[in-house]
C-alpha cells in the first residue's frame, strides 16, 4: 500500500510528465451576452467522425462548469501564433474573469449562441452531447453542429513544457 507521501510524488512527476505532451491551445467559450465564459485547454481531440463529435476537458470548480450546464453548448477555438494574449486572458492570468475574457479580440455568433473568435484558425460550434463527470472534471462530448476555417497560412499555437511555441 503506497503512503501519502509516495502519492504526492507520484501526482507531482505525473505533472511533470504531462508537461511534456505538446498540445494545440484551444479556447472553450461558453454562453452568451453578459453571461459568456470561457477558458484555455490543451485537452481538446476528435471523438468521432461519423457522426461529428470532439472532446475537451472542463474543471467542475471553474466558472465555467455552470454556465455550460445551463448553457449545453461550447465551441472550441484553435488558437494561431500571435495569439498568446488571448491564450493567457483565457487562462485567467492577470485576474481577469467571465465575459471580461472576451475583450480585444473579435467575436461572431455562431448558430447555438456561442461566441466564436473571428480569426481563430478553426472555430467548432458544439451542442453537448454528454458530460461525463470523474473527479475534478468533466469530460466533454460535443455534438459538432458548425465548423468555421480560418486562414491556412498561420501555424498552430502550442503549448508545451509550461510555454507558447510555435512549429518552428
Known amino acids: 500500500m503506497s ?27 461558453i454562453g452568451q451576452g453578459a453571461d459568456r465564459v ?19 476537458f472542463v474543471n467542475k470548480n471553474s466558472s465555467s462548469w455552470p454556465v455550460l450546464q445551463r448553457c449545453r453548448a461550447f465551441a ?9 494574449m488571448i491564450a493567457e486572458r483565457f487562462a485567467g492570468r492577470g485576474g481577469t474573469r467571465g465575459a471580461d475574457r472576451f475583450a480585444g479580440a473579435e467575436w461572431v455568433t455562431a448558430a447555438t449562441g456561442t461566441p466564436l473568435l473571428a480569426d481563430a484558425l478553426v472555430a467548432i ?10 473527479h475534478t472534471h468533466a469530460i466533454l462530448i460535443g455534438d459538432v453542429r458548425a465548423v468555421r476555417l480560418g486562414g491556412r497560412d498561420v501555424d498552430p499555437l502550442l503549448y508545451w513544457h509550461g510555454r507558447y511555441r510555435g512549429l518552428r
Not at 510524488?9 to 467559450?29: D, K, P, Q, Y
Not at 470561457?38 to 461529428?52: C, K, Y
Not at 472550441?76 to 498568446?84: D, K, P, R
Open 38 to 56: 470561457g477558458f484555455t485547454a490543451t485537452s481538446v481531440s476528435s471523438f468521432s467522425m461519423e457522426p461529428p463529435r470532439i472532446s475537451a
Open 76 to 84: 472550441v477555438n484553435v488558437l494561431g501564433e500571435g495569439q498568446e
Open 125 to 134: 460550434d458544439c451542442e453537448l452531447e454528454e458530460a461525463i463527470e470523474r
Open 3 to 29: 503512503s501519502l507521501a509516495d502519492s504526492v510524488e507520484i501526482a507531482a512527476e505525473f505533472r511533470l510528465a504531462m508537461r511534456a505532451l505538446a498540445g494545440a491551445v484551444s479556447v472553450l467559450t
